[in-house]
């Protein structure tokens, strides 16, 4: 898994301590991405039982969300583990040490009329 493009620049650094959050496109690749579909997809077939489905009796899809998986999902675990996020993250804080509090995991499928909880 190629971790190249997984930089901030300097420039990005000073706009998210101006603004206190920042969009960073294109950070992962296409394989990367795959493996996070991949993981989303797995946690969806195997919900954890924190797991939240809500549904609109009156029309189609859901909102999922699930919470602290990334230890049960080999794909979440992989991105953790294998990726440089928390430097990332340490780069644009400005901390030397980064902890992962939780993941969470929010799917609402395309037409659902059921409303997005608050998270």
């Known amino acids: 898994m190629s971790t190249e493009s997984l930089t901030v620049s300097a420039d990005q650094v000073e706009r998210f301590r ?21 993981g989303i997809e797995r946690n969806l077939a195997q919900p954890s039982e924190l797991a939240i489905r809500t549904e609109d009796r009156d029309g189609p899809g859901a909102f999922f969300e699930d919470f602290c998986n990334w230890q049960r999902i080999g794909e979440f675990e992989r991105l953790i583990r294998e990726l440089p996020l928390a430097a990332i993250a340490g780069a644009l804080t400005g901390s030397s040490e980064v902890r992962l509090f939780h993941d969470h995991v929010l799917v609402k499928e395309a037409g659902t009329t059921a409303p997005t909880p608050w998270h």
């Open 18 to 38: 101006d603004h206190g959050a920042i969009v960073l496109r294109d950070l992962l690749d296409c394989e990367q991405v795959e493996l996070l579909a991949a």
